[in-house]
């Protein structure tokens, strides 16, 4: 069973930057990974997700503002997440499909 530890959240204020890192204790070069996040009183959704050959795709909610990458040497997959709103506050969760695998979480709040 593959083990996922996301890391990098954090209070940031409206309109600022976040990176979210999450490592695999395993190889995940030709795997799908995907970013998720549940918001208070609510869903848990899908936030951005890439391919093993590196396609990705996002929320409308986050299009434009979030960048999800790879890196398959350190077996991380990374979340950049820039323009921040008080509406992206939510526990983010790294997500392994083809393993089920998730993570612990990770934290993001956006105040002032």
């Known amino acids: 069973q593959v083990q996922l530890v996301e890391s990098g959240g954090g209070l940031v204020q409206p309109g600022g930057s976040l990176r979210l890192s999450c490592v695999a204790s395993g190889s995940i070069r030709f795997l799908a990974v995907a970013w998720y996040r549940q918001a208070p009183g609510k869903q848990r959704e899908l936030a951005a997700s890439?391919?093993?050959?590196?396609?990705?795709t996002y929320a409308d909610s986050v299009k434009g503002r979030f960048g999800i990458s790879r890196d398959n040497v350190k077996n991380t997959v990374y979340l950049r997440m820039n323009s921040l709103k008080a509406e992206d506050t939510a526990v983010y969760y790294c997500?392994?499909?083809?393993?089920?695998?998730w993570g612990q979480g990770t934290q993001v709040t956006v105040s002032s």
């Open positions: 890439i391919t093993g050959e590196s396609i990705t």
């Open positions: 997500n392994l499909p083809s393993w089920g695998a």
